[in-house]
C-alpha cells in the first residue's frame, strides 16, 4: 500500500490561497486522479490506483534507460560519455489537494538529476549533492564537456564542477583557451567557474505563468532557499512565506506572524528585497550567473 501524503488533506487543502478554487486546474485534476472514497474497477481506491500506474511506468523508464546504457557500453564508449538523468518537473500526488505541477511548492519544482561522468571524483562515485541545481544548468553543462563556451545568455553553470576533483579543471586561463566559442562571440566565462572561484547559487528566482486564465493555473513566483521560501502570486497580489527548516512540507504560511514576530518580519523584509532583485535581472537584457 502506497501511503497518502500526510499533506492531502482538506485541512492542508484549505491553507492553500483563496483564489485556488475548485475550478482550479491543480484541484480538478486531482479529483481525477488521488481521491480515496473513489473505488476503481479493479477494487483499489483512486489514489492506490494512479500511483501504482505511475511506478509502473517509472519502472519501464528505468528498464529502459538500463538498456540504452548497456548498447553505449557494447559499443565501448561508457566512460567517453557524459549521462544525465532528468526530468521538466516535479508532481503533486494529492500533496495540499493538488494534481500535477505549476506551483512552488516543493514536490513540483523538485526534480531528479542523476550524472554518470567519466570525469567525476572517484571518490563522489554513488553519493548525493545537496546543492541547488537547476534547468538553465543542463545546457553550460553539456557544452563545457563538448569543449564549447556557453554563451552571455546562459544564466546557468556547468554542474560538473561540483563533482570533479578540483585540480582536474583546467584555471580560468587554460579554460578560455580550450573552450572554444561556437559563434565567435564573447563567452560567460562565470558559467564555467570552479566553486573556489565563484561560490555555487544558495537560493533562485522561480517563475511560471499564467495558463488559460488566472482562474485555470494563476502564475507564480518564489524565492527559494533551502531554509525559506518566498511566494508570490503576481494575478492576486498576494504573498507567503515558509519556514522549510521546521516546515518542510509547507503546511503552515507564517507570513501573517510577520507583524508581531521581529525575526521573521527582517526575514520577510530582506527576501522582499532580494526577489524584486532577482526578478528585475531575469527580466533584463543583462548577462546574468547564477
Known amino acids: 500500500t502506497i501511503p497518502y501524503p500526510i499533506t492531502g488533506s482538506n485541512a492542508s487543502r484549505w491553507k492553500l490561497p483563496p483564489f485556488i478554487t475548485e475550478h482550479n486546474e491543480g484541484r480538478r485534476r ?35 534507460c538500463g538498456r540504452l546504457i548497456e548498447k553505449v557500453k557494447e559499443q565501448g564508449e561508457l566512460n567517453n560519455t557524459l549521462i544525465i538523468f532528468t526530468t521538466d518537473n516535479g508532481n503533486f500526488h494529492a500533496e495540499h489537494g493538488l494534481a500535477d505541477k505549476w506551483y ?96 555555487w547559487r544558495d537560493e533562485f528566482f522561480y517563475e511560471h505563468p499564467t495558463l488559460n486564465s488566472i482562474h485555470y493555473i494563476p502564475s507564480s513566483e518564489a524565492l527559494v532557499r533551502k531554509d525559506w521560501k518566498y511566494m508570490y502570486w503576481p494575478d492576486f497580489k498576494t504573498e507567503q512565506l515558509f519556514d522549510l527548516s521546521m516546515d518542510p512540507m509547507e503546511d503552515n504560511d507564517v507570513i501573517h506572524r510577520s507583524k508581531n514576530d521581529t525575526r521573521i518580519n527582517d526575514i520577510l523584509v530582506e527576501m522582499r528585497l532580494r526577489f524584486k532583485q532577482l526578478r528585475s535581472m531575469v527580466y533584463s537584457n543583462d548577462t546574468v550567473t547564477f
Do not use: C, W
Not at 563533482?163 to 572554444?180: F, G, H, K, M, N
Open 30 to 64: 486531482f479529483k481525477k486522479r488521488y481521491q480515496q472514497h473513489v473505488i476503481m474497477p479493479n477494487g483499489e481506491n483512486q489514489f492506490q490506483f494512479m500511483m501504482k500506474n505511475m511506478y509502473r511506468m517509472a519502472t519501464e523508464v528505468s528498464a529502459t
Open 104 to 199: 512552488p511548492h516543493e514536490e513540483s519544482i523538485r526534480v531528479p538529476l542523476i550524472i554518470r561522468d567519466p570525469r567525476m571524483d572517484p571518490s563522489l562515485v554513488g553519493t548525493t549533492n545537496d546543492e541547488f541545481t537547476l534547468n538553465i544548468d543542463l545546457a553550460p553543462t553539456l557544452l563545457s564537456a563538448a569543449g564549447i563556451q556557453a554563451i552571455p545568455e546562459m544564466m546557468g553553470r556547468d554542474m560538473s564542477v561540483l563533482y570533479r576533483a578540483e585540480d582536474s579543471i583546467p584555471d580560468a586561463t587554460e579554460r578560455s583557451r580550450s573552450l572554444q566559442s561556437s559563434s565567435g562571440r564573447k563567452a560567460n566565462s562565470k558559467a564555467h567557474a570552479t566553486v573556489s572561484e565563484m561560490a
